[in-house]
């Protein structure tokens, strides 16, 4: 509701306000772990396992890619291959224009867009994470995501990702955000740092734009509730790989996630993973 409130005394949307609303959870994430002296590695503040924040910068691509199939596959959506998906930007023909698109969203997902998902990120799989981490991968990721969901009622009741059903895209936002939950989940948790979930979170939104271009449709429900990155077909894409993640075995959860010894004696917890 502050964002709200913002955007009146300035008189701009709050979808324009959305930039600086991404680094809300940091703030609170940060004030915490200040107040309560818990050290910022202990939350994921740390590089981590690099092979697993490489894994992290990549996997939205193969992601993006089942969506926009899965979109294209629903009745009334189509595919057009002759939008021009970085307007302004001339890209080679054939392969290596594929290359290059891809080495730009990788680019400036991994970036720009990580440090601004990285605003979001400390707070929902930084510190929540730790916080929740006894209930164990499954309802800690589920729990987070829903709460991930509903911090977007503002800018999506404003007309965010979902222009023509501002109330039911609320909702759809928060199914969305809860199937992307355990890839973040995951994706932290091996890496041993929050960055991983930045970067995932960075790369995602530099390339869910390729679903909205090349999938197209004149009704506004196959458009913005069923072939939308944040819709039924990248509800999903998630969900195939949160069923991937339960047929490998989540990966044990505790308060020890990044740093044991960063965790003060007093809070930490045993590994709960069932």
Do not use: Q
Request: hydrophobic letters at 60%.
């Amino acid at each position: 509701m502050v964002l709200l409130a913002v955007a009146r005394v300035v008189d701009l949307s709050p979808v324009a306000l959305a930039p600086a609303y991404m680094f809300s959870p940091m703030i609170a994430g940060l004030a915490v772990c200040l107040r309560w002296k818990i050290p910022l590695s202990a939350v994921g503040l740390r590089i981590g396992r690099l092979r697993w924040l490489a894994a992290a910068l990549v996997v939205s691509l193969p992601l993006v890619g089942v969506t926009l199939a899965l979109a294209v596959a629903v009745p009334g959506v189509g595919f057009d291959p002759s939008v021009d998906p970085l307007p302004g930007i001339d890209l080679p023909s054939g392969v290596v224009g594929v290359g290059v698109l891809f080495g730009l969203v990788l680019a400036i997902g991994g970036t720009i867009n990580a440090v601004f998902a990285f605003g979001e990120e400390f707070g929902w799989r930084g510190y929540l994470l730790w916080e929740l981490s006894p209930l164990g991968f499954w309802k800690a990721s589920f729990a987070i995501g829903a709460l991930w969901g509903l911090w977007h009622a503002p800018v999506i009741v404003a007309g965010y990702n979902y222009p023509s059903f501002p109330v039911v895209g609320v909702a759809a936002m928060t199914v969305a955000c809860i199937s992307f939950s355990p890839l973040y989940t995951y994706l932290v948790v091996r890496a041993e740092s929050v960055l991983a979930a930045a970067l995932l979170h960075g790369v995602f939104n530099g390339s869910a734009g390729l679903v909205i271009a090349y999938a197209v449709a004149d009704d506004s429900v196959l458009r913005e509730l069923v072939a939308s990155p944040v819709g039924a077909a990248g509800v999903v894409a998630f969900g195939l790989a949160a069923v991937a993640i339960a047929l490998v075995g989540p990966p044990p959860l505790s308060r020890e996630f990044a740093r044991e010894d960063a965790v003060p004696p007093d809070r930490r917890t045993t590994a709960v993973d069932r």
